[in-house]
């Protein structure tokens, strides 16, 4: 892909400027872009977080240790094996307004807050999900406040630095034709800021618990693997993200108001 993409990109920059320059080639019969496909532009002040999702395996002793080939259904391919062992990678966006109430206006070290709803309904719905990046399924979108938890911890205050220890946990489920899906993750995470400058410097977060039910094909039948396994999901703070991590998050896709500003249903 990588070497057909290099051969179109070779072939575009040998035209003349004048054919590739916006609205230099208009397709015949061609209707205007609706507004409504455009990608989504990160909003203004909100921070991109890289986020990782891995599946895993356990050795005879009960140690994590890397997916292998025994650990899927038979038949599956080696490239499948290969893609299926892999980190698959998503992004998160944290508004502005959210990240800043992360940070405790007065803190005292042992205080302990909970994180801001949204935040929390944010995670849980969209980037908890053990088959994101393996299947185009998303799963526990309907996920309440009540199936999930997390708190901020106060670890460390200076006059210039404030440290926080995230902690909590999810007990994500929904039922599937086959047999449940379910993910149930212990959270722990650290944030520092830069109080003088009043930003965010670290924000990492891991997920980390076993799943099962998980993941599932277009049909919604279940594929690669049965039973439980752990399931490891890591959240990395991008300072300075590139414009292809600027790309929209999977969960933003399909309705960017309920992915960025989620509301809480009734509990169940």
Not at 38 to 49: E, I
Request: net charge neutral.
């Amino acid at each position: 892909m990588v070497k057909w993409l290099r051969e179109k990109l070779k072939a575009l920059e040998g035209l003349p400027e004048a054919d590739r320059a916006p609205g230099a080639v208009v397709l015949p019969g061609a209707s205007p872009v609706d507004p409504k496909r455009l990608a989504l532009a990160l909003p203004d002040g909100a921070l991109v977080v890289r986020v990782y999702n891995r599946h895993l395996g356990r050795g005879p002793d009960g140690a994590l240790r890397y997916a292998v080939g025994e650990d899927y259904l038979p038949g599956a391919s080696k490239a499948d094996l290969e893609r299926y062992a892999m980190a698959q990678n998503d992004f998160m966006w944290i508004p502005e307004k959210e990240w800043q109430g992360l940070v405790p206006p007065d803190p005292k070290v042992g205080d302990r807050h909970a994180v801001p709803t949204s935040f929390l309904l944010r995670l849980l719905r969209f980037h908890l999900d053990p088959a994101r990046g393996f299947t185009e399924g998303a799963n526990f979108t309907r996920s309440t406040s009540a199936h999930g938890s997390l708190d901020l911890v106060v670890e460390d205050v200076t006059a210039g630095t404030l440290r926080l220890a995230l902690e909590g946990k999810a007990e994500l489920g929904q039922p599937e034709r086959d047999e449940p899906a379910t993910y149930r993750p212990a959270l722990r995470g650290r944030i520092d800021v830069d109080r003088a400058r009043g930003v965010l410097t670290r924000f990492e977060l891991l997920a980390l618990g076993d799943a099962s039910g998980l993941p599932r094909d277009a049909n919604g039948k279940l594929a690669f693997r049965v039973g439980s396994y752990p399931v490891g999901i890591a959240f990395d703070l991008l300072t300075a993200p590139t414009p292809a991590e600027r790309l929209h998050p999977r969960g933003a896709r399909d309705g960017p108001a309920g992915y960025l500003e989620p509301k809480d249903k009734a509990k169940p």
